[in-house]
């Protein structure tokens, strides 16, 4: 049940580019080219919002963890173009670009970066802990394959109710050598619960390869001790991610948990404050020359779906919509802190303590007046 997207491999591990003229571009109809300028627009935007991300966090706009998803755009694309609104998302700490391509505002995204009131979640969650039930984003979790089994629950819920939504749940590749990984696929593959459980490899634990962590380096191969479907899919190629999303989606409408391995790149470290010197200068290299937005747009220009004037007007549009995000957040009113508590509990709880931090438990009695005699 298991199967591998079997592709010519260059020396950096990567599938080799196929040979395609112009003559493709005048076969395909409106709406293809459409769904691939798209594709391209979606990608860029995520480059972009991250990048200006991280030089928001170098000035202290942003605060606490941030992990960028510089290089995975393909990947994210691809994936969420095979929801439908009514789907629901599940993902970890590297979550802006999901976010955004999920429908969410990115003003409202770029906000709660900022920990701002008008972000996606009042600025209680920042980067890693996004929440928007209206676009079934179901977080952002910090720790890490904290989702998996929330996902899975979700799903069982779907299930009991006889629904025909379908969960995707995202990870890195640190997370399927966790108990609560093996727990998840097991379950949904006993009570075939409506879920895809995608695994995002980058190829780095932070900063320890896969190879080094994992006795089976091929991911999707773990779902044979399961009897789950999975395969593995070129993460750089948008294309080639939204094809494998769109069956393993289709799969797990069908009743049949799906497990999808996404063979990805980080471009930067494992968040703004890594420098990751565990990289070699020839590894450097080799991302920059698989760089995922670079190389598709290249592609589209390649294939005569666009020009070198529609990526530049792509360009003078996309920056021009994070730039509005950036200062949006930056206008947007930080939380009052008598607001501190709220959001505790979703009801009133007895003895739900209001203290702000170095407030005493109790109020102290008064002090003697030293005028008074004892």
């Not at 010197?277 to 020359?289: D, G, H, N, S």
């Not at 003078?316 to 957040?329: K, N, Q």
């Not at 709220?342 to 009801?347: C, G, L």
């Amino acid at each position: 049940m298991t199967n591998q997207m079997h592709a010519p491999r260059t020396p950096a591990g990567r599938a080799a580019p196929k040979k395609s003229t112009r003559a493709k571009a005048a076969a395909r109809t409106p709406a293809e080219v459409a769904r691939l300028v798209g594709f391209y627009r979606q990608m860029l935007l995520i480059r972009r919002f991250e990048e200006r991300t991280a030089r928001s966090y170098t000035q202290a706009l942003i605060g606490g963890y941030c992990h960028l998803n510089l290089g995975e755009e393909a990947a994210v694309v691809g994936l969420l173009s095979a929801l439908s609104p009514t789907d629901y998302l599940f993902t970890n700490y590297r979550e802006h670009g999901y976010a955004i391509i999920r429908g969410i505002d990115p003003n409202r995204v770029m906000a709660e970066l900022y920990g701002r009131t008008d972000g996606v979640s009042k600025g209680w969650g920042g980067s890693m802990h996004m929440f928007d039930r209206g676009h079934r984003l179901l977080g952002g979790y910090g720790i890490v394959g904290g989702q998996v089994p929330l996902a899975t629950g979700a799903a069982l819920a779907i299930d009991y109710r006889g629904g025909n939504e379908i969960v995707m749940c995202t990870m890195g590749d640190g997370t399927a050598n966790i108990g609560a990984f093996h727990e998840s696929l097991n379950i949904a593959a006993l009570w075939k619960l409506p879920i895809v459980y995608v695994i995002i490899n980058n190829r780095l634990g932070m900063g320890t390869s896969v190879e080094r962590s994992s006795a089976e380096p091929e991911l999707f191969r773990r779902a044979t001790s399961y009897r789950m479907e999975s395969s593995r899919v070129d993460g750089l190629d948008p294309i080639a991610v939204a094809d494998a999303s769109a069956h393993a989606v289709a799969t797990a409408r069908d009743g049949h948990p799906y497990l999808l391995e996404v063979v990805s790149e980080r471009l930067r470290g494992h968040s703004v404050v890594d420098p990751a010197k565990y990289r070699t200068e020839a590894e450097v290299a080799q991302l920059r020359e698989h760089d995922p937005v670079v190389t598709f747009g290249a592609r589209l220009v390649r294939e005569g779906v666009l020009d070198a004037d529609a990526l530049a007007a792509i360009e003078l549009e996309v920056t021009a919509r994070v730039d509005e995000a950036a200062a949006f957040a930056e206008s947007s009113p930080a939380p009052d802190v008598a607001t501190l508590f709220d959001y505790n509990y979703a009801s009133a709880v007895p003895n739900d303590s209001r203290r702000l931090p170095g407030e005493p438990l109790f109020e102290p009695e008064p002090l003697p007046d030293p005028g008074e005699a004892t």
